[in-house]
Antibody
Framework: EVQLVESGGGLVQSGGSLKLSCAAS????????MSWVRRAPGKGLEWVSA????????DYADTVKGRFTISRDTSKNTLYLQMNSLRVEDTAIYYC?????????WGRGTLVTVSP | DIQMTQSPSTLPASVGDRVTITCRAS??????LAWYQHKPGKAPNVLIY???TLQTGVSSRFRGSGSGTEFSLTISSLQPDDFATYYC?????????FGQGTKLELK
């Protein structure tokens, strides 16, 4: 059974950094692309970033490009999102999702709150 | 980037109604479109992919159609569990943009 468990969210000041983790089980990250998707309060879903199964390609939404970095540790079967220069508008629940769209496996999300 | 425009943003409806949500892409995406249902506190759930293919286990009351730039999701005979927010997502090219969502609410 596929399981995705996000962690690492919390409260951080504007300009600060945070690193999210997504522990995967039931499959190997090396075989699948992975994405991060977020939902800000009162707003819709926003695709944030993706990494290919081989790890050789990473893509980002324009809103996070240059500030966020997606990575993974295949020995730990864990996906990461390093978030730097955080802004108030980055406040959201962050989900990891397996494979390319359509995303049929998601984690339950981790809340990131950026204060002014 | 491909922009996805969903309408309406809010849709009041009653149990038993048939409703339709539309999604327009800023450029052609072929049939590379998915529809998701999202409820508070839960992960999104894919309903339809490749514009009209029903995800395994999803009720046949959900029907997707369209290609190119115009798409729609129709839900027939609304059930109480259907009241949620619905999103379209294009996956023709990065970034994999979502529509802004349609909140289906009880009239």
């Amino acid at each position: 059974e596929v399981q995705l468990v996000e962690s690492g969210g919390g409260l951080v000041q504007s300009g600060g950094s945070l690193k999210l983790s997504c522990a995967a089980s039931g499959f190997t990250l090396r075989s699948y692309a992975m994405s991060w998707v977020r939902r800000a309060p009162g707003k819709g879903l926003e695709w944030v970033s993706a990494i290919t199964g081989s790890g050789d390609r990473r893509d980002y939404a324009d809103t996070v490009k240059g500030r966020f970095t997606i990575s993974r540790d295949t020995s730990k079967n864990t996906l990461y999102l390093q978030m730097n220069s955080l802004r108030v508008e980055d406040t959201a629940i962050y989900y990891c999702a397996k494979d390319v769209p359509p995303f049929d496996d998601w984690g339950r999300g981790t809340l990131v709150t950026v204060s002014p | 980037d491909i922009q996805m425009t969903q309408s309406p943003s809010t849709l009041p409806a009653s149990v038993g109604d048939r409703v339709t949500i539309t999604c327009r892409a800023s450029q052609s995406i072929g049939s590379w479109l998915a529809w998701y249902q999202h409820k508070p506190g839960k992960a999104p759930n894919v309903l339809i992919y490749k514009s009209s293919t029903l995800q395994t286990g999803v009720s046949s009351r959900f029907r997707g159609s369209g290609s190119g730039t115009e798409f729609s999701l129709t839900i027939s005979s609304l059930q109480p569990d259907d009241f949620a927010t619905y999103y379209c997502q294009q996956y023709n090219s990065y970034p994999y943009t979502f529509g802004q969502g349609t909140k289906l609410e009880l009239k």
